[in-house]
């Protein structure tokens, strides 16, 4: 059968090819290569290069920063994305511009500033060391350029999405008589839960693999202050390519999960529409009959 | 319950959506606010629900002032124009979230819930559905699970904006006759928004024109389709001709066609308007007290009625509509001239009508 509006075999096919050569050049060859890498001296070495000490801190280390910036950013960004999307008022622009900010500014750029804020030669920096809190070159520094760098994702992923959704259903729960946390709970949040869990994917992703931001503000202290992708730069520079990509592996094996979880919720989310679809025709079907 | 809204005033930046609008609502009315868009029915309906806060005024809710309360705890039901189903939930879940947000002590126990539900689903016979999720439904199935989820709160008062704006035609009227049916039934205080004066003229109690954010005229729909008070009423209510004149001590006079008013008896030489629907002007081929003559444009004799176009020697457009008996015993055809007489017109003066011509 003769399809009208689409383009003829070859260029297909053409198209096709060219789409799947540029994913295996620069997709799947390179992930290929650094598993190849971590894993060409066998499986004891590359577990002794993850379980060594410097590696497992900087291993905490990124889990912690992220634990606490997700989380963080997840709140600021449903906030934010909720005050943009619903409500009218003064400044509003200045704050959607203002939530791209850290997209516009190079993290090299974000790690300086906070070392003007926080350093210790600085009014702010020195106060807080004097309180006993060492912003720069410690752990508080690496968690506050991570929430710099990720702070845009959520609310970016969802004002569009809340814009386009309206504000119809949300009137409706509130004229029957759900409190606002009630509307949000069974409303609001079933709605955009697929943006929110993306831009938390993608959140997440770049809370661990930040490199420029938190390598101005850590300071590479070993053991203390690497996270993954700085314990990766300075192993790879001492020629441990084995240690380097190792470490480098769990990055890319965290990508996976996360691409792998989400896969497999939507497909769960299918499979339930397509029942109640079919439970409907099933209806439909018994309301025809007599 | 009766609502009152007294003096409600509501500014969008520069534009005046609601000016010194006043109302009463009986207890147990259907009421339709009727008027183009842009005219305030809608803002005056989100304000009696509380989705709005008027700039000033008030509004009453069976006497007792509701201009403060939640729009949570008015008890009104609202309908919106595009449904507002809870996408992720199925129709019973959507018609059951009323009832399910409710504060533990007040909530009805899950069997009770069901039970009412299942009612409501009956009565909008849509209970085969209640497994289903609003992208499965029609248009007018979404709109009734619309109106079931709206009462199961067993709501006071049941506000809906442009129920059937977005339905086809054929659908809109069975759900207009099914909507008067079920306020028969049930007697709730209800107010509906529409642009479309036959829906309002055909369902509600009485209609309420409103242009510009303020109240043109209030009646019972024969009343205002008979009598209406303003010429902007009688151009929105349907299809009405023109023709300018003059009135003097109540006697119109327009070209050489004169007739005497029962009104505008101290009207002194004034410019006046009188409109005349299509259906109230009649043809004949006769000049002797004729209002105006015209040759015919156009005929379209489809349905009981011919719709005859008829242009006068100055361009202006004449519309009539003759039954088809009369239109075949004048046996006229394009090209011909013909005279019309009106059975009925309504005489506006100018400078009391202010702004003459309105666009709808």
Redesign the interface.
Known sequence: MANLTTESRPVRYALTAVALLFLFLFLLLPLIGVFWEALHKGWQLYLTALVEPEAWSAIKLTLISAAIAVPLNLVFGVSAAWAIARFDFRGKSLLTTLIDLPFAVSPVVAGLMFILLFGANTAVGGWLQDHGLQVIFAVPGIVLATVFVTFPFVARELIPLMQSQGA??E?????????GW?TFR??TL??IKWGLLYGVILTNARAMGEFGAVSVVSGHIRGETNTIPLHVEILYNEYNFVGAFACASLLALLALVTLLVKSLVEWRLHRQ?QA??L??AE??L??AQP | MSIEIRNIRKQFGQFTALDNVSLDIAAGELLALLGPSGCGKTTLLRIIAGLEKPDAGQVLFGGADATHTHVAERQVGFVFQHYALFRHMTVFDNVAFGLSVKPRRERPSAEEIRERVMKLLKMVQLDWLADAYPGQLSGGQRQRIALARSLAVEPKVLLLDEPFGALDAKVRKDLRRWLRELHNDMHITSVFVTHDQEEALEVSDRVVVMDHGHIEQVGRPDDIYEHPATPFVTQFLGDVNLFHGRVDAGQLTIGSYEQALGQHQDADGDAAVAYVRPHDLDLTLQADGALAQGRVEHIHAVGPVVRVELQQADGQTIEAAVSKERFRALGIVPGDTVYVTPRKLAVFLKDAAGQQDYVI
């Open positions: 119809d259903e009137q409706a729960a509130i004229v029957l008589g759900a409190s009630q069974k409303v079933p709605n529409q109640s679809t439970r409907t209806a439909r018994q309301a």
